[in-house]
């Protein structure tokens, strides 16, 4: 088994470690906070060491590799900490906020030597990897129109997020999802166009986005931060093409933290033949995407479900939706 260990023990750092508690290929051996209390907690829960310095862990336990949870604005300062000491790095998203800062990240890897991972869960839910089957069998055929959203209280678990320096605001936290998927999917985009809701912290927390990819393909994607209160957890995908048309929707409770509130279905439309509700495996998409990366760790082999390249894409065209957005104009990339 590959040893881990969470630097970060927030709502997403309390995701990651339920992950590791139900793998069979990676155990959980550290956890490091500086809140003393909300990290020692959770090291307690899932039975692991507590350090509230991650040089200390990487010290004393020698992980595979560290797994980062911290705020966005933290994580190149853990990355690059984690390179000198040549351990290797799964980051959540987004990775960061410039593509400056994503650069110096991958060049602390490379001249480490280290696998360095961005955690872009979407592409391992289950639905959504259904839909990439069902694309990549060219099942579509000529797709007229892809639609998604993600839509969202704001997150009870944080307060950090309001500060747009800080996190980027539900632009690169939320809305971040479906371009990249959106991109995985299409390839890269020729240019867009946003409109959006710019809250008083400066943060663009709802942003509809009309994005032209170099194939043709036209997506339409909409991310909301600020719903009003007890309006449930959304998320929607939909393609539609000439022939077969695929649907997900998922509706939950607050901010997705309790599952058993989950309503999801993928259903697929085809001419001349009934709605069929496709059968999907509810696995961990947070599991599988580590055991993922534990895997590529295992074989040598690139992580290019995932690709460090596509990651740093998807920063770039959300750096000119937010230009869209400040300016009221089309961007070009």
């Known amino acids: 088994m590959k040893k881990a260990a969470i630097i970060g023990g927030g709502y997403i750092g309390l995701v990651h470690a339920n992950a590791y508690k139900n793998s069979a290929k990676v155990e959980l051996a550290a956890v490091v906070d500086v809140n003393e209390e909300a990290g020692r907690k959770l090291a307690e829960e899932y039975d692991c060491v507590f350090y509230t310095d991650a040089q200390e862990m990487i ?20 990355v690059v900490l984690a390179a000198k000491n040549k351990v290797n790095v799964l980051c959540e998203k987004p990775v960061a906020l410039s593509v400056e800062a994503v650069d110096r990240m991958v060049a602390a890897a490379k001249e480490a030597g280290i696998v360095f991972m961005v955690a872009q869960v979407i592409r391992f839910w289950p639905e959504y990897v259904q839909i990439k089957k069902m694309y990549d069998r060219g099942d579509f055929g000529n797709i007229k129109m892809v639609y998604a959203n993600r839509l969202a209280q704001f997150p009870a678990w944080m ?25 995985s999917l299409f390839g890269e985009v020729d240019s867009v166009y946003a409109v959006g809701y710019k809250n008083e912290f400066g943060c663009w927390n709802h942003v509809g986005s009309s994005l032209s990819f170099k194939n043709g393909v036209r997506c339409v994607v909409e991310g909301a931060y600020e719903m009003t209160d007890e309006f449930p957890f959304t998320m929607t995908f939909r393609v539609v093409g000439e ?40 696995y961990d998409a ?28 998807v920063i770039r065209i959300l750096l000119a939706i937010e230009e869209s957005l400040e300016t009221g104009k089309a961007v070009k990339l």
């Open 59 to 78: 010290d004393k336990e020698k992980p595979d590799f560290v797994d980062i949870c911290v705020p966005t604005f933290l994580h190149e300062q853990f």
């Open 286 to 313: 947070y599991q599988a995407e580590i055991e993922y990366y534990a895997d590529c760790l295992e074989s040598g082999e690139a992580h290019d479900l995932v690709s460090t390249e596509q990651v740093r894409d």
């Open 159 to 183: 307060n950090w997020n309001q500060d747009p320096k800080k996190s980027g605001g539900g632009l690169f936290d939320l809305h971040l999802h479906d371009v990249d998927m959106c991109r």
């Open 243 to 282: 022939d077969v048309s695929a649907d997900y929707l998922l509706s939950a409770g607050m901010n997705v933290d309790d599952p058993t509130s989950f309503k999801r279905a993928l259903t697929r439309y085809e001419t001349g033949k009934q709605p069929d509700k496709i059968d999907v495996d509810d």
